[in-house]
């Protein structure tokens, strides 16, 4: 019995990931440790406090050729399989890279990497190792819109440009990352 725990304790990995953004320039990543055995409903949660998102709407991971996510009682589509239990190292089963969408009407299509694997004890919250540049605001129009409101708001003769500071709430800084938050955020995910 003690051998069958040493062997499963230390056959527990960490994953570090490389959550990008697509379709934005310059490109908007952060990077994370998570133990292998993270759902994909934490997994979801990790990324929203990662990059800054705020959950407010639908999201899906495909992995595999399989789609993962919340799925909608309301319609009879059995293709989008629930995430709450699933795990990211069984869901993976040897892929080295995930796609997660968020909020399908801006379609914010996120490419995550397993960059390394790395042996591990515990992890009881994830860890925030880095990034780069703001998660652009929610509901802006995907990457489309977000280059047309930085178009406006970096232009003060631009026709658009008090409505987009206004719509915001003030002024937007594209490079700007607070580290500190959202390691703060991340700690509050219990694994």
Known sequence: MTARKTI???SRQLLQLKIELSGIKPLIWRRVLVPETITLAKLHRV???AMGWYDYHLHEFEIAGERYGIPDP???DK???SEVRVKLSKSLGGAASLRYVYDFGDDWEHKIKVEK???A???PTP???GGANACPPEDVGGPYGYAGFLEAIADSAHPEHERMIDWYGGTF???AIDHDLIQAELQRIKL
């Open 8 to 10: 499963s304790r230390s």
């Open 47 to 49: 990324i929203q406090a």
């Open 74 to 76: 309301e319609f009879d």
């Open 79 to 81: 293709s989008v399989v």
């Open 117 to 119: 694997v790395l042996p």
């Open 121 to 123: 004890d515990a992890c």
């Open 127 to 129: 860890v925030y190792l």
């Open 173 to 175: 800084d594209p490079t």
